[in-house]
């Protein structure tokens, strides 16, 4: 092998550089367009930057935002503006990459960043269209909102329903009810405007589970609506009738012959009349709780009503067993105490009438009838032997007395007869 000479070594460094610079010569053009084009998108999304924050603010958008209640300070919309600001920055950048990318020759990088651009590109409309409907649904519905609610303000709903219900609030909670009246509405407007949106955006594989909830959803709002006005109908009629009873057994004077089964120190705060008029009051809402439960038409529901209302005769059972039996030991036992001026014995009868009456009102509820049926038993005869064995430890003088008596008399009828 012929060893390399000054000539030709400097016949190949000359190749080498030729070759170096045919190559930058060639790569030069896209070099330069590749930096130019690196300013230009530099450029346009500093500007659409600008333009989507100095620019609606100048116009004072931030300001109107708040003005239309989407926000509570302008500083929140201000946020949301430079948020939009950069957002656009880097989708600008996104949009020139791929061109930035295919000048240099990097094909591999931006092939990727095409097709994902492509793919935004294509469901861009859609995404405008659905930013669009649901920013005028919650622009109607913030409307609807206020709108019911100063409406409910001016009526003065919670005044009148605390004034019904008999109740006040604090400052705070001054108008609670107008404002929950003001979200369902919201609410309601926003639901079906939120599921239009969500249709526009064309991507049924994560739209179409959502719009399926939203649908049921937006479905048993008439059947809510309906058990709402129930449940409201049922207060008013429970608390109207409630209120009825208890004037009419006021009138008739019962609370004063409850009173008078009590010592003046022991009078009970609660009044018969008024207990009962809850009673009834209660077992009214009962009912259209019932009737509310079975129009939201669920399955589960009608069967938990259906046992409420087939359990109900028992309970008011039970506790008309445990009125009379705690109102009338409490006469019987004060009868008795005066009579025999004897306060243990009206004890003694008050306890035995609500030892039965409260094993009788288990009976009635079903409550483990055998076991309660036992435990009667025992307490019924463990009294039984209790009162046996007080009676014949107490009264064996007596009793010698009278055996005494009775053999005396026999032995008297015997000499009688003798003679």
């Known amino acids: 092998m012929k060893p390399y000479t000054n000539d030709s070594r400097k016949e190949a460094i ?25 300013l230009i998108a530099w450029l346009v999304a500093v500007l659409v930057k600008n333009v989507v924050t100095k620019g609606f603010k100048k116009i004072k958008l931030d300001e109107r935002l708040v003005k239309w209640k989407m926000f509570t300070s302008t500083e929140q919309a201000d946020n949301l503006l430079d948020s939009l600001g950069k957002i656009c920055y880097y989708l600008i950048w996104l949009v020139f990459l791929p061109g930035i990318f295919t000048t240099f020759g990097l094909n591999s990088i931006a092939s990727p960043i095409t097709d994902m651009m492509n793919y935004i590109l294509q469901y861009l409309p859609n995404i405008l269209l659905a930013a669009v409907i649901l920013t005028i649904g919650i622009l109607v519905a913030k409307l609807v909102k206020n709108l019911v609610y100063n409406l409910a303000s001016t009526l003065k709903v919670d005044h009148y329903v605390d004034k019904f219900v008999g109740t006040s609030k604090d400052e705070e909670n001054k108008e609670s009810i107008a404002k929950s009246l003001a979200m369902i509405c919201y609410l309601l407007v926003l639901l079906p405007i939120a599921v239009v949106a969500l249709e526009a955006l064309k991507i049924s594989t994560i739209t179409k589970p959502i719009v399926t909830v939203l649908n049921s959803i937006l ?3 008439p059947n809510i609506l309906v058990a709402a006005i129930l449940l409201t109908v049922g207060i008013v009629i429970a608390k109207v009738a409630g209120n009825l009873v208890t004037s009419l057994l006021e009138n008739t004077g019962i609370d004063k012959m409850s009173a008078s089964l009590y010592s003046k120190e022991k009078v009970p705060a609660a009044k018969i009349s008024k207990i009962l008029g809850q009673t009834i009051a209660v077992v009214v809402s009962l009912f259209f709780v019932v009737e509310a ?6 399955k589960v529901l009608d069967h938990v009503g259906e046992a409420i209302i087939g359990y109900l005769p028992n309970l008011l059972f039970a506790v008309i067993i445990l009125g009379l039996g705690f109102f009338g030991g409490q006469f019987v036992g004060k009868m008795l105490t005066n009579a025999t001026k004897n306060k243990w014995l009206g004890f003694i009868i008050q306890v035995v009438f609500g030892i039965f009456a409260v094993f009788m009102a288990l009976d009635q509820l079903d409550f483990a009838n055998s076991i309660v049926n036992i435990a009667f038993l025992f307490i019924v005869g463990g009294l039984s032997v209790a009162f046996a064995v007080a009676f014949g430890l107490g009264g064996r003088d007596f009793a010698h007395h009278q055996l005494e008596k009775l053999d005396k008399k026999l032995d008297d009828e015997g000499k009688d007869k003798e003679e």
Do not use: N, R, Y
Request: a negative charge; aromatic letters at 12%; charged letters at 15%.
């Open 219 to 221: 479905s048993a709002i």
């Open 14 to 38: 000359f190749m080498d550089t030729a070759e170096f610079w045919q190559s930058f010569q060639d790569t030069l053009p896209a070099l330069v367009k590749g930096v130019i084009l690196i």
């Open 293 to 298: 439960l079975g129009a939201l038409k669920l």
